[in-house]
C-alpha cells in the first residue's frame, strides 16, 4: 500500500521529484537531497514498510543486491576511502523518514561525520550532476 502523505512514497509514485539512480521491481536507489558528502544516496522499498521490523525478509534480500550495485557505482565514481551503509529504525536511532531505506553514504578520512548527522540540504544542481556521474555507471 502506497501512503500518499509518506515523502518515499510519493518519490516511488514519481508524484514528488528526486534524482533517480536506479529502480527493479523492489526497489527505488536515488540521491539524499541533504548529502552529507558527494554521492550520498538512498535505496527504498517501492512498498511501504516503516522499518527493519515490517519490512519482508525476501524485499529486504533483494533490496540488498541494488544496494551493492549502488555502493559499488559511488566507490568508482567518488572514490572515497571507505563508505558506510547505514540503516535507522525509530526516533532514538534518528530515524526520520518512516519508510524503509537504506544509506550508502561516501566517507572520507578525518571528514569527523558523526551517527547523528543534522540535515542539510545540498546544492541541487551538484546532486544532479553526481546522479548523471552515478548513472552512466548503474546503466
Ligand atoms: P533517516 O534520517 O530516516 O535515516 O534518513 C532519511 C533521509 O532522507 C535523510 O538523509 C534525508 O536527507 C532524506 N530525505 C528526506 N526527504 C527527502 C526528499 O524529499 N528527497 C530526498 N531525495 N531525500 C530526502
Ligand atoms: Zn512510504
Known sequence: MAFHHCIFC?????????YILAEDGDCLAFMDINPVAPGHALIVAKQHAENI??????VLQRLMGTVQRVAQAVNAVFLPDGINIVQSNGPGAAQSVPHFHIHVVPRWQNDDLL???SLRPGERSAIEANAARLRAILG
Request: aromatic share 12%; no cysteine; hydrophobic share 55%.
Open 53 to 58: 521490523f515490517d519490512i519482508q525478509a525476501p
Open 10 to 18: 510519493r518519490i516511488v509514485a514519481r508524484d514528488a521529484p528526486a
Open 115 to 117: 551517527m547523528n548527522w
